[in-house]
């Protein structure tokens, strides 16, 4: 493995939005479409034919982002289905092809600079369109019988080296990329023919990615460790380790289960389900990768948009209870997740309890506490152990506990927080 890129940046802005866009969503059913009704090259020809994005403006999805409190940006340059969103010299099965006729690639990055946003690519190590793509148990024609005789002479060799070809592009065209997602190798999984690191020769792809940029963030699906470890549709139940060790990890999540644009798709999840995720992540060392899937004509989808609004109302006055935070050495109460920076613990209340909440250990070591959102007092009550409890008195609780009382009304806003200014740093 080839030494590993400097992390700090993406730890310290924990927030991104993944963007999966291309033919696929004229079909508007699913990224998978292609697979799931196994799809000809021909019959998939049609989208390739109408793909005419008049509406694109990347610029407003940046901005979008950033007013979100997300700080980088992933594009699919290239999904499964093969088709590129770049001016690729090594296949004519790109964006520059298509009614639309230009690049859309170079855009996308100028207006992530523009934002201050830093720069990610996503990109496909399964090709169902490329003519040297063996057949696997993913392809749309894994089923066509004739099909596969006719293409059982597929050299993965072939296809390798347009894979290295084609990311070599991505990396010498756009200037600096901060980002790479790779997806995905399968050797081991329930489909037959999967693919791995051997038919990517992942070492060899991951010395040139160094080579170029020795900077870039890679992920982990090349099938050997990358820079961080990526769980998808789901949400780890505790700090991720491999080996005993803490990992830097990444959730990425759809907002209807979802990836690209799936316009009859109404299973969503709410802003505050998203806003819960995000800090749920934080709290355990990790970062939200979320995702939206624009339109055919390039439109951000307007429930994404409404989801995306409301996170940026959230994160407009919670940010530095995301930002540059990790996991903390106490515990949450329940219904409850802790962020900390530094002298700075922040309680995010997944549920508002009735005037009180106990904080076990933080007796002691609490100097202030506020509402983040206003910046308003919150008091602290400390009760010593062995009190009794009366009609309207609190009886002790266990040693070291901090109480705060706190206003009847819940602050409206998906997920409140309290900020705790420490007296040390560390537990």
């Not at 596969?148 to 065209?173: C, F, M, P, S, W």
């Amino acid at each position: 493995m080839t030494p590993s890129a400097e992390t700090t940046w993406f730890t310290t802005d924990r927030f991104g939005m993944f963007v999966h866009w291309g033919l696929y969503s004229l079909a508007a059913r699913h990224e998978w479409v292609k697979h799931r009704e196994r799809q000809s090259d021909e019959r998939y020809q049609l989208y390739f034919d109408h793909f005419d994005p008049d509406r694109y403006d990347p610029v407003r999805w940046a901005r979008t982002a950033k007013a979100a409190g997300m700080r980088y940006v992933v594009l699919t340059t290239k999904h499964h289905d093969g088709f590129c969103l770049w001016d690729s010299d090594l296949t004519d099965y790109k964006a520059t092809k298509t009614p639309y006729g230009r690049d859309l690639v170079e855009p996308f990055v100028a207006a992530c600079r523009a934002e201050g946003l830093k720069v990610g690519f996503y990109y496909s190590l399964i090709d169902w369109h490329h003519p040297s793509f063996p057949v696997d148990g993913t392809h749309p024609q894994r089923d066509d019988e004739e099909f596969k005789a006719a293409t059982a002479d597929r050299d993965i060799r072939d296809y390798r080296r347009y894979l290295h070809g084609q990311v070599r592009e991505l990396l010498t065209r756009f200037g600096r990329v901060d980002y790479l997602f790779f997806d995905f190798s399968y050797a081991d999984r329930h489909w037959w023919g999967g693919k791995g690191p051997d038919d990517w020769d992942a070492p060899e792809l991951l010395g040139m990615i160094r080579d170029l940029q020795p900077h870039v963030l890679v992920n982990d699906r090349t099938g050997l460790p990358g820079d961080f470890v990526t769980p998808e549709q789901y949400q780890p139940a505790e700090p991720m380790t491999k080996d005993g060790r803490a990992v830097v990890w990444e959730a990425c999540q759809t907002l209807n289960g979802s990836w690209g644009y799936d316009r009859d798709n109404l299973d969503r999840k709410s802003a505050d389900l998203v806003v819960r995720m995000l800090v749920d992540g934080v709290s355990k060392g990790g970062n939200l990768l979320l995702n939206i899937g624009p339109t055919g004509r390039g439109d951000l989808d307007p429930r994404d948009a409404a989801v995306l609004g409301e996170l940026a109302r959230w994160t407009e006055l919670h940010e530095r209870s995301i930002r540059g935070c990790g996991p903390s050495p106490y515990t949450a109460p329940a219904d409850c997740r802790y962020t900390q920076r530094g002298d700075r613990l922040y309680v995010h209340l997944f549920a508002w309890p009735p005037r009180h909440l106990h904080l076990p250990g933080l007796a002691g070591r609490v100097r202030y506490a506020q509402l983040l959102h206003d910046a308003s007092e919150i008091t602290r009550v400390e009760t010593a152990p062995g009190q009794p409890a009366l009609h309207t008195e609190m009886g002790g609780l266990p040693e070291g506990t901090l109480t705060l009382q706190l206003p009847v009304q819940r602050p409206d806003t998906p997920v409140p927080v309290i900020e705790l200014f420490l007296t040390h740093a560390e537990a």
